[in-house]
């Protein structure tokens, strides 16, 4: 018992000496179990994977990737500081087999917003979100909380998956859902 809390407490204390840049967003509205928020057009370095489930070999085959563009595999062999979120876009059975699409991205940090090197693995790619209106899950059911709210205008067929914490992290998992808005832009 004593050695679990004290591990707990190590987590929190690493935690907040990495504490890594994250990418910005306005709060645009605030319900209960929810909350509506807008992502400025910023750029994000992604790539994709088909899978039949979201099992964590999928995670972790993006995951790399990404991780390897951030530690220099770049034009520039540049190192790039590691941010937050991790987001994963979900498009359920639209592969040609029906497997799902799952596309895992990495914030570009903003002192590289403007000019990020580009990847040098063909799987991975810059990519220029626009601006996201979203909301965040506090409990399981988001999907339920936002039709009894009567938010109008949700895309529920594709969702982002959220994490904020580093695979390494396993006390205190930070992760969100996001749904967004289809007549946003
Ligand atoms: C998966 O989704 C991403 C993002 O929408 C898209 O760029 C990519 O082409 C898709 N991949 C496949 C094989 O459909």
Not at 84 to 89: D, Q, R, S
Not at 92 to 119: I, K, L, R, W
Not at 131 to 138: R, S
């Amino acid at each position: 018992m004593r050695t679990f809390a004290a591990l707990a407490l190590l987590a929190q204390v690493c935690q907040l000496a990495l504490a890594i840049e994250s990418a910005p967003y306005d709060l645009v509205n605030s319900a209960e179990t929810y909350e509506e928020r807008v992502y400025p057009a910023q750029k994000w370095v992604t790539t994709s994977h088909l899978s039949i489930s979201h099992h964590e070999a999928t995670n972790d085959v993006m995951f790399r990737k990404l991780f390897n563009y951030i530690d220099g595999q770049n034009d520039a062999a540049m190192k790039i500081d590691m941010t937050a979120p991790v987001t994963t876009l979900v498009i359920p059975g639209e592969g040609p087999n029906c497997e799902n699409n799952f596309t895992m991205s990495f914030y570009v940090p903003a002192a590289h917003q403007d000019n990020p090197p580009t990847p040098t693995n063909p799987d991975v790619y810059i990519e220029e979100r626009p601006e996201l209106h979203d909301w965040i899950v506090n409990a399981a059911q988001l999907h339920d909380d936002l039709v009894a709210a009567g938010e109008e205008g949700v895309d529920f067929q594709t969702y982002y998956t959220v994490g904020y914490d580093s695979p390494f992290v396993i006390i205190g998992r930070n992760n969100e859902v996001w749904f967004m808005k289809n007549d946003m832009n």
